[in-house]
């Protein structure tokens, strides 16, 4: 599975795919040493985090006719939510230090849940006009392709890179992107 993710692929597929920020739940946190975290998983030692309320619209509630356009004709994502957006990519890139035993299963699982979302979000992004037909059709195949090589078989036989990228995914709290970024070629 040396393909799982290149850095190029993912960090493209990050951008157009983690817009979709309504879709799951964000949580906004500040750590013992103050700083700022997103994420859509909480940390278990964080039970003080604020889940935010995230509209694909902007908080100021403009409509369709009010909505600004990128030249390609596509929704511009209101200032807030980028800003939102581009702090769950930085925390989406973080792996957890703590390095967790090779195991498969769980690492598979975690992988093709993560896929799951990301074309989810994808989905609702190209419904919602914040990505263009073409954006997505690009990046549905290449997510379908690393979700079908994500297996138990292939992470027993992996070696180098590919098994330090599932051993990096036994990780509940590491995502693909930050695993990929880690274990870049």
Request: hydrophobic share 35%.
């Amino acid at each position: 599975m040396a393909a799982i993710c290149s850095r190029a692929v993912c960090a493209a597929l990050a951008g157009v795919w983690t817009c979709a920020v309504a879709a799951q739940p964000v949580y906004k946190w500040v750590d013992a040493q103050g700083r700022t975290h997103y994420g859509s998983q909480l940390p278990p030692e964080q039970g003080d985090a604020a889940q935010l309320k995230v509209s694909p619209n902007g908080s100021s509630g403009a409509g369709r006719f009010g909505e600004e356009r990128n030249p390609d004709g596509t929704k511009k994502l209101p200032k807030e939510a980028r800003e939102l957006a581009d702090g769950m990519v930085k925390g989406l890139q973080k792996v957890d230090p703590k390095e967790v035993p090779l195991n498969c299963a769980a690492a598979v699982d975690n992988i093709r849940s993560q896929i799951d979302t990301m074309l989810e979000n994808g989905s609702k992004n190209l419904k919602g006009g914040y990505i263009t037909q073409a954006q997505h059709d690009a990046s549905v195949g290449k997510f379908r392709e690393l979700r079908s090589q994500a297996t138990v078989a292939d992470c027993q036989s992996s070696s180098g890179r590919s098994k330090a990228m599932y051993q990096c995914m036994s990780s509940s709290y590491n995502h693909l992107i930050g695993c990929a970024e880690k274990h870049k070629p």
